[in-house]
C-alpha cells in the first residue's frame, strides 16, 4: 500500500511558477512510474507528465517546453516544474504511481489533488 501526499499548489499570476511535490510513502514499495494528472472543472481528468525509474519523461502536447517533471534519488518524491503558467493550466493536479507492494501486484496509487488556479 502506497500513500501520495501532494504539496505546492496555490496561486500564480499567467506567466508565473510553481512546483508541485509528491511524497510517497507506506510499508515496503517499489515505484515503476510516478506522473500528474490534472483535472480543470467540467473537464476529463488528462496525463500531464511521467518519468519512470529510469529516468525516461513524457510530456502531454500542451504543456511540454513549459512544465519538468523529475524524482529525488530515491524515486519516492517527484516533483513538478510549471514555468510559464497560463489559464488554461488551472485544474486540480493530481499525483499518480505505479508500484508494487508486496504481496500485491502492480497497481495505480493516487495522490488527494492540490489546486492550482493560473489567474491575475
Known amino acids: 500500500q502506497v500513500q501520495l501526499v501532494e504539496s505546492g499548489g496555490g496561486l500564480v499570476p499567467p506567466g508565473g511558477s510553481l512546483t508541485l511535490s509528491c511524497a510517497a510513502s507506506?510499508?515496503?514499495?517499489?515505484?515503476?512510474?510516478m506522473g500528474w494528472y490534472r483535472q480543470a472543472p467540467g473537464k476529463e481528468r488528462e496525463l500531464v507528465a511521467t518519468?519512470?525509474?529510469?529516468?525516461?519523461?513524457y510530456y502531454a502536447d500542451a504543456v511540454k517546453g513549459r512544465f519538468a517533471i523529475s524524482t529525488d534519488n530515491s524515486k519516492s518524491t517527484v516533483f513538478l516544474q510549471m514555468n510559464s503558467l497560463e489559464p488554461d493550466d488551472t485544474a486540480v493536479y493530481y499525483c499518480?504511481?505505479?508500484?508494487?507492494?508486496?504481496?500485491?501486484?502492480?497497481?495505480?496509487?493516487w495522490g488527494q489533488g492540490t489546486q492550482v488556479t493560473v489567474s491575475s
Open positions: 518519468i519512470t525509474t529510469s529516468g525516461s519523461t
Open positions: 507506506g510499508g515496503i514499495f517499489t515505484i515503476k512510474t
Open positions: 499518480h504511481a505505479s508500484a508494487v507492494t508486496i504481496p500485491l501486484p502492480l497497481d495505480d496509487y
